[in-house]
C-alpha cells in the first residue's frame, strides 16, 4: 500500500468508499452514523464530497499493489462548522473512510500516520478530528486506539433527530 495525494478525479473512488461504510454499518444495525442509503445517491452528499477536490482541502489516498483506493483521508486547516474552535492552529482530519472489506489491515492507521507527518510538515502541533459518538461508540473507540484523546462532545441537530458527535485530538 501507498499513500498518495488525490484530487478532483478521485472523487469517485471516495464515494465508492463512503457507499461501502454505509452498506457495511447498516448490515451491523449501526446507521445512526450515515444512515442507510448510499452517499452517491444523495446530490447533497454527493456535492459535499465534490469539494474535497478543491482548496482548502489536501485529499490523501491509501491505494493498493493493483492501484486500487482502499482509504481516504481528506485534510484542512478548517474544521467544519459545528465544531468548537481553538485558538490555535490545528490541521483537521474531514473524513476517513477505507475500504470495509479490509478492515484491520492498518489502512486506517496508514492514513492517520500521514495526516501527523503532513501536520508536522506544516508546523502543526494539534490534528483534530470528529466522529460519530453515539450508539456503541465504537468509532471512538477506535480513534483512541489510534492515539487519539477525546476532548469535547457535541450535538447536529439533523432532520432525522440529534446527531452525537465526538471531537478527539492528537498533540504533537
Same mark, same amino acid.
Given at each position: 500500500?501507498?499513500?498518495?495525494?488525490?484530487?478532483?478525479?478521485?472523487?469517485?473512488?471516495?464515494?465508492?468508499?463512503?457507499?461501502?461504510?454505509?452498506?457495511?454499518? #447498516?448490515?451491523?444495525?449501526?446507521?445512526?452514523?450515515?444512515?442507510?442509503?448510499?452517499?452517491?445517491?444523495?446530490?447533497?452528499?454527493?456535492?459535499?464530497? %465534490?469539494?474535497?477536490?478543491?482548496?482548502?482541502?489536501?485529499?490523501?489516498?491509501?491505494?493498493?499493489?493493483?492501484?486500487?483506493?482502499?482509504?481516504?483521508?481528506?485534510?484542512?486547516?478548517?474544521?467544519?462548522?459545528?465544531?468548537?474552535?481553538?485558538?490555535?492552529?490545528?490541521?483537521?482530519?474531514?473524513?476517513?473512510?477505507?475500504?470495509?472489506?479490509?478492515?484491520?489491515?492498518?489502512?486506517?492507521?496508514?492514513?492517520? #500516520?500521514?495526516?501527523?507527518? %503532513?501536520?508536522?510538515?506544516?508546523?502543526?502541533?494539534?490534528?483534530?478530528?470528529?466522529?460519530?459518538?453515539?450508539?456503541?461508540?465504537?468509532?471512538?473507540?477506535?480513534?483512541? #486506539?489510534?492515539?487519539?484523546?477525546?476532548?469535547?462532545?457535541?450535538?447536529?441537530?439533523?432532520?432525522?433527530?440529534?446527531?452525537?458527535?465526538?471531537?478527539?485530538?492528537?498533540?504533537?
Amino acid at each position: 500500500m501507498k499513500i498518495r495525494t488525490g484530487g478532483p478525479d478521485d472523487i469517485a473512488d471516495i464515494l465508492a468508499l463512503l457507499d461501502g461504510a454505509v452498506t457495511w454499518l #447498516a448490515a451491523q444495525g449501526r446507521a445512526g452514523q450515515w444512515g442507510d442509503q448510499p452517499f452517491s445517491g444523495n446530490p447533497t452528499r454527493v456535492e459535499h464530497t %465534490e469539494k474535497y477536490g478543491r482548496e482548502p482541502f489536501l485529499i490523501r489516498l491509501a491505494v493498493d499493489d493493483e492501484g486500487r483506493t482502499v482509504g481516504s483521508c481528506v485534510l484542512s486547516e478548517e474544521r467544519g462548522t459545528y465544531i468548537p474552535a481553538v485558538e490555535e492552529r490545528e490541521l483537521y482530519i474531514r473524513n476517513l473512510v477505507t475500504d470495509r472489506t479490509r478492515k484491520g489491515s492498518g489502512i486506517g492507521a496508514a492514513l492517520i #500516520a500521514d495526516a501527523l507527518d %503532513e501536520a508536522r510538515r506544516r508546523g502543526i502541533d494539534l490534528v483534530r478530528v470528529d466522529c460519530y459518538g453515539g450508539a456503541d461508540r465504537k468509532l471512538v473507540g477506535q480513534y483512541r #486506539a489510534l492515539g487519539f484523546t477525546e476532548t469535547v462532545a457535541f450535538e447536529v441537530e439533523q432532520p432525522g433527530g440529534t446527531w452525537p458527535g465526538q471531537v478527539l485530538e492528537i498533540r504533537l
